[in-house]
């Protein structure tokens, strides 16, 4: 996954990692590895986000433990060259998070995508309560994936906000990151950071099986990334 890269592969997955996990620019993260002797462009970082988040995602989704089948669904916004795109999240009613997409709009094809890809990403497990906000076109797309698949025809689907709340606030964390990044300037780019992001959250709320620490109560960060992408 490293060959033929500069720089050892301990320093990439760490400056990955604090990317994605803590609210800095990529300034503050070359200035902290310039104070330990590793001088590193901050675009050389910004490639490396690009170009190893999809293959961090792959290697920790094989720790990834199951979710629950009651879904709580709402969109948010993300900014990108000053236009607003949506950001289509879910939680169960546990808080973990189920899956996200980014999407030009809100309309009902880019519901039905959502969910099509919710359900893949959870291996084929579809849910039995899916918890809306309100938005017409969401139920409209469950609606039409009954044509897909017999499972959403027994699907619950619900409109409450207050069973929405917890998906509301968890886009918080979400968006505070994205917000320190000031700005994308392409929607590839964009989906790359968030698909990061949503990694670092999910591995925040211990949704991934790890094993037992050595000689630990639990894993630190280090430890934790070194099982998942080495498997040491």
Request: net charge positive; charged share 30%.
């Amino acid at each position: 996954m490293f060959r033929y890269r500069r720089h050892e592969d301990e320093i990439i997955v760490l400056a990955v990692r604090w990317y994605i996990s803590y609210r800095l620019s990529l300034r503050d993260l070359t200035e902290m590895l310039d104070e330990r002797g590793i001088n590193i462009h901050p675009s050389t970082i910004w490639r490396w986000v690009q170009r190893y988040v999809p293959e961090f995602e792959k290697r920790w989704d094989r720790l990834r433990r199951p979710t629950g089948s009651s879904w709580r669904v709402d969109e948010t916004y993300v900014q990108i060259r000053g236009r607003w795109l949506y950001l289509y999240r879910a939680v169960d009613k546990e808080g973990r998070t189920i899956d996200f997409l980014l999407r030009p709009d809100r309309g009902v094809a880019a519901a039905q995508a959502f969910f099509r890809k919710a359900v893949a990403t959870n291996q084929g497990r579809g849910p039995r309560k899916v918890t809306l906000d309100g938005h017409a076109p969401s139920r409209r797309a469950l609606w039409l994936l009954r044509r897909d698949a017999m499972f959403w025809r027994h699907v619950q689907v619900r409109t409450n906000r207050y069973l929405n709340n917890i998906v509301e606030q968890d886009h918080r964390a979400v968006k505070r990151r994205c917000s320190a990044m000031h700005g994308f300037k392409s929607v590839r780019a964009a989906a790359v950071a968030i698909a990061g992001i949503e990694l670092a959250h999910r591995i925040r709320k211990r949704q991934f099986r790890l094993g037992r620490a050595r000689g630990r109560r639990r894993h630190s960060m280090q430890s934790a990334w070194d099982r998942a992408l080495f498997g040491t």
